[in-house]
């Protein structure tokens, strides 16, 4: 079984950076993708950002590239996105998910993950 906990999330002044962290267990980077999805109030969760099972592959959110960034720690089997140049568009809550069977690679929508972290909210204040 699988369990992802996300922390990191909170208020930030606008323009501020802030970095949250996914730890999952029972995964042990066995699983094939690992993804940072948002939802807004109302709105469907939406893939941010993306890294597959090896970590050789990542996709981003035009409206985050440049700005945020996905890596992975395999010793700490943590998954981490670093977000810059924070604004009031990027308030939502923040759910780390991850696909623990099929081929590695970068998955889009949200019926291709079978594992959802809690969720963390992020607010940027303006």
């Known amino acids: 079984q699988v369990q992802l906990v996300e922390s990191g999330g909170g208020l930030v002044q606008d323009g501020g950076p802030l970095r949250l962290s996914c730890v999952a267990s029972?995964?042990?980077?066995?699983?094939?993708?690992m993804g940072w999805f948002r939802q807004f109030l109302g709105k469907e969760r939406v893939l941010v950002a993306g890294?597959?099972?090896?970590?050789?592959?990542?996709y981003y959110a035009n409206s985050v590239k440049g700005r945020f960034a996905i890596s992975r720690d395999n010793a700490k089997n943590t998954v981490y996105l670093q977000m810059n140049s924070l604004n009031a568009d990027d308030t939502a809550v923040y759910y780390c998910?991850?696909?623990?069977?099929?081929?590695?690679?970068?998955?889009?929508?949200?019926?291709?993950?079978?594992?959802w972290g809690q969720g963390t909210q992020v607010t940027v204040s303006s």
């Open positions: 029972g995964c042990t980077f066995s699983c094939v993708a």
């Open positions: 998910a991850a696909r623990s069977i099929g081929s590695r690679g970068i998955y889009i929508s949200t019926r291709y993950y079978d594992y």
């Open positions: 890294i597959s099972g090896s970590g050789g592959s990542t």
